[in-house]
């Protein structure tokens, strides 16, 4: 963490690294916001607008429902209506009765057909033409309704599997208060698979539902098609508690279905004048199917796009390190003596500049070495320039190895070497600048027969004193020490 710190705010290259990392994390948080955004405003706007398509079909399977089951109850009433009217007349015998029941059934397009029950439970045929094979239905919840007070009347039975046909319905019953032919129940059959056409066409595919539910919860239709289903109760979900047996009307999610486990969309209404709930529902994984794929195209649109831009931040971060290398090279070389490698009169100037603030600001010392080598022409003169380079290479070393490392050592110019001893004062410097004269004078140089030595000026930084003006005392002290016969350090105050 320490390191990731200094490489971001202390490294020289830290801020335009930082410009970068913010160009580049700006624009991806703009890109993945922009893309989480419109994803979550398409799937709202998705749902939402299917929401309405869900309850404008609802509205549509309710008022084609109510016309069925208001065909039903027609049918009923004018057949016990004509019963009425014909007490003397078997209504199973009577061609009138029976071309009125026909007519009935073509006016449902067959989708209702009408049968009787005796007051024994026996089921008749219209017509009647004596079927030697009678068939009891006093078992049936539709027939027994009829005897019941709390049911008695127009009751909606749940769907059974007809003895006669052998298909599956939905028995709607309706008591006889007078007909001939001990007729004692009237009820008209919808078979289911005579409807099922008619909502499979309108279903949401391919894994929309119409349900037919009633008000207790018990199914008495559903498209697709499952028999399994068919006559089992939702009486005790939390669907039916909380929404479908709760109101009149509404829209919910439904994060798992009883039925097949999905989550569905479902819209609901009960039915006007009768005793059933219709339902029509969406699976919304077929709902957002369009918005899943656009969402993933657009995610990799952004995973392209993050791509090319972390690359082309990269490609800009190792433009800026080449450049910020470029550049410390440059300023080395500009700082740097060539010859000896050690800091030049530039260098010395800049960190000069920089102790003199620091002395100042924090009360600390500062003392400055002039530092000349004896006789250096000579030395050029007897045994060549090589060997005075080889000499001053050499000193410079020595005096960079013996410093510290918050010391400073500049060359400036042919023979002369400054250190700047930080935060030591005048009477600490001079031991200090007597190890570095020792270990000058146990050089040996190739080429050299003599030792070479070096005459020394110290002066410490006075409060308020410029670089140029300590540099100056320095030196003045150095050419005390040259004056009283070299090889030799003295001070600003010694006279």
């Not at 335009?16 to 994803?39: K, M, P, Q, T």
């Not at 918050?406 to 070497?417: Q, W, Y």
Request: with cysteine.
């Amino acid at each position: 963490m320490q390191r990731l710190k200094h490489w971001l705010f202390e490294h020289p290259l830290g801020l335009n690294h930082r410009i970068v990392y913010g160009l580049v994390g700006g624009f991806l948080l703009c890109l993945w916001s922009f893309i989480g955004f419109w994803s979550w405003w398409e799937r709202s706007s998705t749902l939402a607008a299917n929401a309405q398509l869900l309850q404008q079909l609802t509205t549509a399977v309710h008022e084609q429902t109510r016309t069925l089951f208001k065909q039903a109850e027609t049918s009923l009433s004018v057949a016990s209506h004509w019963m009425a009217e014909h007490p003397d007349q078997d209504p199973g015998q009577s061609l009138g009765f029976a071309l009125l029941v026909e007519k009935l059934r073509e006016a449902s397009d067959r989708l209702i057909d009408i049968r009787m029950v005796t007051q024994d439970g026996t089921l008749r045929y219209i017509p009647d033409r004596g079927q030697a094979q009678r068939t009891q239905v006093a078992d049936r919840d539709y027939f027994q309704a009829q005897f019941n007070e709390k049911t008695r009347g127009f009751y909606v039975a749940a769907p059974v599997v007809s003895r006669v046909t052998g298909k599956l319905g939905i028995p709607i019953s309706i008591p006889v208060q007078r007909a001939g032919g001990d007729v004692a129940v009237l009820f008209a059959a919808i078979e289911l698979d005579r409807i099922a056409g008619t909502f499979e066409a309108e279903r949401i595919q391919p894994n929309g539902t119409i349900t037919l539910l009633r008000d207790d919860g018990l199914f008495l239709f559903r498209s697709p098609m499952d028999p399994r289903i068919i006559g089992t109760s939702m009486a005790d979900s939390a669907a039916w508690k909380q929404h479908l047996g709760n109101s009149p009307e509404g829209y919910y999610i439904s994060e798992n279905s009883m039925i097949d486990g999905r989550t569905r969309a479902v819209a609901h209404a009960r039915v006007q004048d009768y005793p059933l709930v219709v339902a029509v529902s969406a699976s919304t994984e077929d709902l957002l199917s369009d918005w899943r794929l656009h969402t993933q195209l657009l995610v990799a649109v952004g995973l392209v796009a993050t791509l090319f831009c972390l690359a082309l931040g990269s490609a800009l971060l190792r433009s800026l390190q080449k450049e910020a290398q470029a550049r410390q090279e440059l300023e080395r070389l500009m700082l740097t003596d060539p010859l000896t490698q050690v800091g030049n009169r530039r260098m010395l100037e800049l960190r000069l500049g920089d102790q003199i603030v620091r002395a100042q600001r924090y009360g600390r010392a500062l003392t400055a070495v002039y530092f000349d080598l004896d006789h250096f022409k000579q030395v050029n003169d007897s045994y060549g320039h090589d060997v005075g380079d080889a000499v001053l290479r050499q000193v410079a070393a020595s005096l960079q190895a013996t410093v510290r490392q918050s010391d400073h050592v500049a060359r400036m110019g042919g023979e002369e070497f400054v250190v700047l001893l930080t935060e030591t004062r005048l009477e600490a410097a001079l031991p200090l600048v007597a190890r570095m004269r020792a270990a000058i004078a146990a050089l040996q140089v190739e080429g050299l027969p003599t030792r070479v030595t070096v005459s020394a000026g110290l002066a410490e930084w006075r409060q308020g004193e410029s670089g140029e003006e300590l540099l100056r005392r320095a030196d003045q002290a150095l050419y005390r020490a040259k004056e009283a016969g070299r090889d030799s350090a003295f001070t600003d105050l010694q006279a």
